[in-house]
């Protein structure tokens, strides 16, 4: 017996993240800090969804926002270091996708 298949992130009900406008000037480019247990070929799915639900609110990847990916390749214990890079970067919000 087969399983259905998954609904779309964006056809979920799950809440989607959103950036808003604080007043920033014209031309702001906001930068996300997105921290992955894995590689980056395991997170594509997952990466391709946030890059569309973005897109859907008006945000475009090297348009408007910037997407800084740390990864850690299965080496949980980079974790720390690899976040608190992203931490020094000044994200305006940071993506931590559960592992496990």
Not at 3 to 9: E, F, L, M, N, V
């Amino acid at each position: 017996m087969s399983r259905p298949p998954a609904p779309h992130p964006r056809e979920s009900g799950e809440p989607q993240a959103e950036l808003r406008s604080t007043g920033q000037p014209a031309g702001q480019v906001y930068r996300i800090g997105f921290l992955g247990g894995a590689s980056a070929s395991g997170y594509a799915v997952l990466v391709n969804a946030l890059r569309l639900g973005l897109r859907d609110h008006g945000y475009v990847e090297g348009k408007n926002i910037t997407i800084e990916y740390r990864w850690a390749e299965g080496k949980y214990e980079r974790l720390p270091t690899l976040a608190a890079e992203l931490v020094r970067l000044h994200p305006d919000p940071r993506v931590d996708p559960a592992t496990g």
